[in-house]
Each structure stands twice: as structure tokens, then as C-alpha cells.
């Protein structure tokens, strides 16, 4: 040991004061008895742990300060021990201990003890840890799963049929995989399916909206970053979401939307199935299947130059075109039985009546099955009757089926008679079903109470 007190060396009282201020700075406790098992030292970290006061202690034989010690049968065999537990009220704690030897010879012994306090706090810590761990897992696992199969798809009129079976193909091969159709046909659905058909299902699902993310940070949260890359990088630098889908698959939603400028950075990465971070000097090998999908008509975006050619071919490995809800109107019937079905107890068996019907098969549906979706739940938390009716369809929908069209497969008697109906019901439900009730209705009605009986056994 190389200190200023080498002149006056071991055994100087400078140095034995510089010896007890190191001992006393050690993290554990510790206590020395000389070859009497008398208490010779204790630092300062052996009261915390076990409360017992220098001067209680100090001078004193430890078999009398400490009943059941052990440190003083070191003495005595010379044998070494560890990890011999104690308890001090609310303190727990083990001790090692070990017999002091010059020359051979036992001169004393020390032991060091350490709180088991701080090592409980630890495990808790390490616990709580490990729980933290296991619930990030499951929600980045649940994150990273598809939602629906090819079994949540429903329809098959207008070439959906044809549509899905060439989505099921697509699902197996390793091409890249194009979805276009209008807003709410069922893009992102299909790429859901499109990935838990395939081999890549137990591999991430990364979907990106490229529309929903600024252009400035779609490179960075694409392909990440190297610490220090840019002023507000994160400490470690970010993995982006082609490395986080390797093996899976990146759903680029919205392609059409892609900056101009990322676009080629795209292509490359297509081209190479390599990445790189940005601000980074190294490569990484990435294997994913990337499915795009767009609203867009992309051939058109081509043609005026704001989507790159080559791009558009990479991308188009596989195309699925999804035709719009117009366009396959048969399909109306079995989106409005599985909701009303879904939405529906077994008790409460509603149907749709032929005149809402009409409307809902006339419509043009923009929004397609999404609006269709919307629609539907909006009838079913409207009605409080056993079935959907005309004025319970979205005013928007209603309004856009003219008169002719709704009442067209109907007779002008049959329209009263149903109109009649209707109004009856409406006015009984406002007034009540009691007699009262129906005088009341028959008053509001202008008619007699026998005639409104009459009508209501029609
Ligand atoms: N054929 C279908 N069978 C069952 N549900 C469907 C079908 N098509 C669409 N849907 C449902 O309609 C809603 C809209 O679908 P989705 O989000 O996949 O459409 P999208 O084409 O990706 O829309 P956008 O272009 O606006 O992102 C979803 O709730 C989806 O589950």
C-alpha cells in the first residue's frame, strides 16, 4: 500500500487513525475481538445495522455484551462462516465471520455483517421490475399482433370473393403487396388478414399511417437514428420500425402521402433489404413483407410525376383492389345481419323493416362499410322498437333517398296504411298505453277511442 504514512509506517498513530476512518467508511459492519474475545473495535455502518452503541460494547468480552455470538468459536476452531442470519427487531441481517492470524497464530477475529434490508428492497425493486417488464411485453406483444383474419371479412359480391383468395395467395408468397380501394373498403382489414394468413403471423405487425406522421420525423421513425444524430435524439438513439417489423410485416398505410424524398430512401431499402440508421455508418439485413395501401389512385400520381415509377412497381408486387360498397350492394345484407346480430341479445330480435332497407341498398355509400358500420349502430341505439325504421336511419342517408325510391315497391294503400301505423305507435308511445293513455291518443288523433282500437288491431 503506497500512502503518506510510510515514513512513519504501520503502527504510527496516524496511521491507525487513517485505518479506523477507512474501516469506518465501509458499507458493511464490522466487529473485531482480540484473542480474549473482548471487543476491540466496531465501525460506525455495525450500529446502524444493529443498533448496539460503541460504548456498550467496546472493552467488554462479546459473550457477555451479545449473547449467542458466535465470531468468539473462530477463536477456537479458526474455522471461517458465512452467512449466518440475525434478526434486531425490525433488522435482518447476515454475518461472516473469520479468525485475525499473525504468524499462525489466532491473535482475534472479525466479523462483517450486512443488512438484509437493503437486499429485501432490492428483490422488491427487481420484482416490481420484473412485473413492469412482463406487462410491456404483453402490451408491445398485443401492439404488435393482428386484429382480424380472412374469417372477419365479409361479402363476396362485386369480386371480393376473387379478391380474397388472391390476398390468401399473396399471404403466402414474399412479394410486396399493393391495396388500393376508396376510404373504408376495408384496406387495412385485409392487411391484417393478409399477415396472420402467412408464415410471418407470429412475427410483429407494424402499421404506419404515413399521412399521420410529419415528414420530418417518417425518415427518423422508419429506419431510427444514432444518439446524437439530430439536437433532440434520445440518449441510445431510436430503432425504427422496418428493424422493429423484421421478420413480420410493415403496413404502410397511406402511401400515396409518402414525402418525394423518402421515397427513393424507400426504394433502396426494397432494393437492398438493407438499412440504415439515420446518422448512421452500418448496415443492417432486414427481412420483412411490406404491404402498402392507399385511397389514392397511385398510377395517376405516377403520371404526374408525385409518385416515383420504380417505386410503384417495387411496391406493386401483388395488387388488391377492393371494390367500393356500391358496387357490391348484395354484400349491404350480410354487413347489416352480422351487426345487428353483434349489437343485439338474443331477447331483442331486431330487424330491419323493407322501407329502411330500400334506403340503406339505394345508397351510394361514400364512406363505404365504415359508413355503413356507422349507420347501423346508429339505427340500433336509436329504436327503442323491435326493428329499424326509415326515420331511424342518419339524416343524411334518409335525405338522400327520395320518396319514390323508398316507398317504390309499395302501393299507395299499403303506404298509408303503413304511414297510419306508424303514427299511432309514435303517438301511444308519447301518451302512454294505459286507457288513459289511449284516450288521450285518440283525442290527439281526432278520432274515437273505438276507431283507434280498430286501427291498432290492423
Ligand atoms: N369486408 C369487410 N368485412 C368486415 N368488416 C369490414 C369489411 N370492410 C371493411 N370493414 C370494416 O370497416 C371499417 C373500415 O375498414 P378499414 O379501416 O380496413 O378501411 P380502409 O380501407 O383501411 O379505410 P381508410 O382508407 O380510411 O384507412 C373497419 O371497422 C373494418 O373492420
Redesign the pocket.
Known amino acids: 500500500m503506497i500512502n503518506s504514512f510510510d515514513k512513519k509506517g504501520p503502527g504510527s498513530k496516524e496511521y491507525t487513525n487513517w485505518l479506523e476512518e477507512t474501516i469506518d467508511s465501509i458499507n458493511d459492519g464490522i466487529l473485531v475481538i482480540d484473542s480474549q474475545g473482548t471487543v476491540q473495535f466496531v465501525n460506525t455502518e455495525y450500529t446502524k445495522i444493529t443498533g448496539v452503541q460503541p460504548e456498550a460494547i467496546l472493552g467488554k468480552p462479546l459473550k457477555e455484551v451479545r449473547k449467542g455470538a458466535i465470531l468468539p468459536e473462530a477463536l477456537k476452531d479458526g474455522k471461517r462462516r458465512a452467512g449466518i442470519y440475525r434478526r434486531e427487531g425490525q433488522i435482518e441481517y447476515v454475518i461472516d465471520t473469520a479468525p485475525v492470524r499473525k504468524h499462525g497464530k489466532i491473535v482475534g477475529a472479525v466479523s462483517v455483517c450486512k443488512s438484509l434490508n437493503e437486499v429485501h428492497f432490492l428483490t422488491k425493486e427487481l420484482k416490481n421490475s420484473k412485473e413492469r417488464l412482463a406487462r410491456l411485453e404483453n402490451t408491445v406483444g398485443h401492439m404488435y399482433q393482428t386484429k ?1 383474419t380472412f374469417d ?4 363476396k359480391d362485386g369480386g ?1 370473393k376473387e379478391t380474397v383468395e388472391l390476398a390468401k395467395k399473396a399471404a403466402h408468397s414474399n412479394l410486396n403487396i399493393l ?1 388500393q ?12 388478414a393478409i399477415h396472420s394468413e402467412g408464415p410471418r403471423a407470429k412475427f410483429p405487425f407494424i402499421p404506419v ?1 404515413c399521412a399521420a406522421i410529419p415528414a420530418e420525423l417518417l425518415e427518423s421513425e422508419l429506419f431510427g437514428y444514432e444518439e446524437g444524430s439530430f439536437t433532440s435524439s434520445k440518449k441510445g438513439g431510436k430503432v425504427g420500425l422496418f428493424e422493429l417489423s423484421n421478420y413480420g410485416t410493415l403496413f404502410l ?2 402511401i400515396g402521402d409518402l414525402p418525394f424524398e423518402l421515397q427513393a430512401k424507400l426504394l433502396r431499402v426494397l432494393q437492398e433489404g438493407r438499412i440504415r440508421k439515420v446518422g448512421g455508418l452500418q448496415e443492417r439485413e432486414i427481412d420483412v413483407q411490406v404491404i402498402t ?3 389514392k389512385d397511385l398510377g395517376k400520381l405516377v403520371d404526374k410525376k408525385r409518385f416515383r415509377e420504380d417505386l410503384y412497381y417495387r411496391l406493386n408486387g401483388v395488387p388488391i383492389m ?1 371494390t367500393p360498397l356500391r358496387e357490391r350492394r348484395r ?1 349491404i345484407t350480410s ?1 347489416i345481419n ?1 351487426l345487428v346480430k353483434q349489437q343485439t341479445t338474443t331477447q331483442q330480435q331486431i330487424q330491419i323493416t323493407e322501407d329502411a332497407f330500400q334506403i340503406l341498398s339505394q345508397y351510394d355509400w361514400p364512406g ?3 359508413e ?2 356507422n349507420a347501423i349502430h346508429y339505427a340500433l341505439s336509436m329504436t327503442e322498437a323491435e326493428y329499424i325504421e326509415p326515420q331511424h336511419l342518419p339524416e343524411i342517408i334518409c335525405r338522400h333517398g327520395s320518396i319514390s325510391n323508398i316507398y317504390s315497391h309499395q302501393s299507395l294503400k299499403e303506404i298509408i296504411k303503413n304511414t297510419e301505423r306508424e303514427v299511432i305507435r309514435q303517438t301511444l308511445k308519447t301518451c302512454g298505453e294505459t286507457l288513459e293513455g289511449k284516450k288521450l291518443a285518440a283525442q290527439h288523433l281526432g278520432i274515437s277511442l273505438a276507431t283507434l282500437y280498430n286501427k291498432m288491431d290492423q
Open positions: 382480424y372477419d371479412i365479409i361479402g371480393l391495396i380501394g376508396e376510404s373504408g373498403t376495408g384496406k387495412e382489414l385485409f392487411a391484417h399511417n398505410d397511406e395501401a392507399t385511397n377492393i354484400d354487413f352480422f363505404n362499410t365504415r355503413l358500420y
